[in-house]
């Protein structure tokens, strides 16, 4: 029984088959194994969020499956239930696993107030706790519900407040009217912004560019220039802080954070200043990002150090500070540390309890060791460098080129004050001579509505430092690139809704791909044949589809085949 009550903190490391994720107690001892494809922390019921062959379920603290992986996704617990996405769309499960929809709907919101939001057939309505709709879909949009009150549109120019049984209490007629939240709804008129209150009342007049949900009796609002300057009111409409500011953000227990642009010209970063909700500045203009206070203290960054604050801005100097840009946590004396794209633990001391390893074995001598390139806080790459290899030169080749693929270059301070661009890596596989390596790279222009992705691959042969081609798979003379092309456009052509139309145009020899013991796979860029939410589209190619062409007596397949396997 005492497992049950356990401090459990999910962690990752690298293995031969990619990153696995597993829990750890408060000692650093691993109490549920590492082998899952993510992890998500345990919630108050005493269930985590897994990923396992690329589906979630749902685990408890034995590590036994409450509900299986068989979904795309699965929400945090809210009110005792959880959203689930399947292929066709949302359910709602209870904590026993049981579904407790009636159907499938096109969108549902977590639990609040007894009501789930949803959407079907781009109308809005509401779910009860037994998933059934108590509240018809007939609204153009909805909001959740605030103290058994919710705002919905009703047509245009038209939104209601309505009970939690659909009953209206109130109608406004305006063109744009937010949630309701403390009791002010922000609403607009002509093309400024103010707040009603729930009977309908203006309670401050429209006159900003934009106004948010008023939060513990604050709410931030804004001009209207060109570029949007941000500022702080309470609820009777008392100017806190004069809209001037490159934003503000709300961090709870008294706290704001008020942000400057580093770049007047290009205000997509800010530095920040910690003041309170009487309107003083407590410090200057130091921090480069700050959390939400918790019990007097929050994360904060400044100059790529990440350390803890008091509720006056001071350091703690008697918490743990680590070089790096991230985000820090304290739970039950235990300090989660996410630096630079890697979670770790220590003490309230700064004693590591856990760390992810660095390096990766395949099999005696062989090793990968991970590397991390840095040039300040916007460029850092993790690459791999194989070791063990007999000959140098051939190790030192291959290491240069495997970085160089991952992003190890020169880069200016320029650059870095343009975008940020981190890099990563797994291993795929690893079979006899052959380890497979995936390089991840992502680029973000500030003030860019999205990054973009890179991904590419390496087949290497670690006796010699080789990386095969995608030719060398296949016997001399034979047109592969035509073989392969028609397998996948017969798989597009099964799923032609999710490609854009004429854009394929076949594979080539510079195709990227990778294998495994049972297959080639061919791999697409974002935007090549698809939207940019489907990823990098790729295709599988069982062996067994392209053996007549496949050179099994080349160095390429013997590089993962033993010799007394039948061909």
């Known amino acids: 029984m005492e497992r049950l009550t356990e401090n459990l903190y999910p962690v990752s490391t690298k293995t031969v088959n990619g990153t696995k994720w597993g829990y750890i107690n408060d000692r650093g001892r691993i109490r549920i194994s590492l082998v899952y494809e993510g992890a998500e922390p345990f919630q108050r019921n005493g269930f985590a969020i897994v990923t396992l062959n690329e589906k979630q379920g749902l685990i408890n603290q034995f590590g036994r499956f409450a509900v299986k992986p068989v979904y795309k996704s699965i929400q945090p617990f809210s009110e005792e239930r959880a959203i689930i996405q399947t292929k066709d769309g949302f359910k709602m499960i209870d904590e026993k696993g049981q579904v407790r929809t009636k159907k499938t709907y096109a969108y549902m919101a977590p639990m609040k107030n007894s009501r789930a939001l949803f959407q079907t057939n781009g109308r809005y309505g509401f779910l009860n706790s037994d998933g059934e709709e108590v509240i018809a879909a007939r609204y153009l949009f909805a909001y959740d519900f605030d103290e058994g009150k919710a705002v919905v549109q009703t047509k245009t120019a038209e939104f209601q407040l309505i009970d939690e049984n659909g009953l209206v209490l109130h109608t406004y007629p305006y063109a744009d009217v937010g949630s309701l939240s403390e009791g002010r709804i922000a609403f607009k008129e002509g093309d400024r912004y103010g707040y009603l209150d729930e009977a309908g009342n203006v309670v401050i007049p429209p006159k900003y560019g934009m106004a948010f949900a008023y939060e513990d009796g604050f709410a931030i609002i804004a001009t209207s220039d060109d570029n949007y300057s941000y500022g702080l009111m309470n609820k009777a409409g008392d100017t ?306 392209i053996e007549p062409i496949i050179n099994q007596s080349g160095p390429f397949w013997q590089s993962f085949h033993y010799y007394n396997q039948p061909n």
């Not at 709300?250 to 909700?277: C, H, M, V, W």
């Not at 770790?344 to 590397?371: A, M, S, V």
Request: hydrophobic share 35%; charged share 25%.
């Open 240 to 545: 806190i802080f004069e809209p001037i500011y490159n934003e503000i953000r709300l961090l709870q227990e008294g706290r704001i954070a008020l942000g400057k642009a580093k770049d007047a010209n290009r205000p997509f970063l800010s530095r920040y200043a910690i003041a309170n909700t009487s309107g003083a500045v407590l410090t200057d203009f130091v921090y480069d990002e700050i959390g939400s206070f918790n019990k007097g203290t929050a994360s904060a960054v400044k100059d790529d150090r990440t350390f803890f604050i008091d509720r006056e801005g001071h350091k703690v100097k008697t918490f743990p500070a680590f070089s790096g840009t991230g985000v820090l946590r304290k739970e039950n004396g235990i300090v989660s540390a996410f630096i630079d794209q890697r979670l770790f633990y220590t003490d309230e001391h700064g004693k590591i309890i856990w760390h992810p390893d660095t390096e990766i074995l395949l099999r005696r001598p062989y090793r990968i060791q991970e590397r991390l390139y840095k040039r300040g806080p916007n460029y850092y790459v993790y690459y791999p460098q194989i070791e063990g290899m007999a000959n140098q030169l051939e190790q030192q080749a291959i290491n240069q080129k495997l970085a160089k693929q991952a992003g190890v270059r020169h880069v200016t301070e320029a650059e870095t004050k343009e975008r940020t661009f981190t890099g990563d890596f797994n291993v795929l596989f690893f079979k006899k001579h052959l380890v497979v390596l995936e390089i991840d790279g992502y680029t973000y222009p500030f003030g860019a509505a999205h990054g973009m992705p890179t991904r590419t691959f390496a087949n290497v042969d670690v006796r010699n430092g080789h990386d095969y081609a995608l030719s060398e798979l296949f016997k001399h003379g034979r047109d592969y690139a035509a073989v392969l092309s028609k397998l996948v456009g017969e798989q597009i052509k099964k799923q032609a809704d999710e490609y854009f139309p004429n854009a394929y145009k076949g594979v080539n020899s510079t195709q990227p791909f990778y294998v495994d013991e049972h297959a080639l796979y061919l791999v697409f860029d974002v935007y090549e044949l698809a939207p940019y939410a489907a990823g990098f589209p790729t295709f599988k190619i069982p062996f067994a589809e």
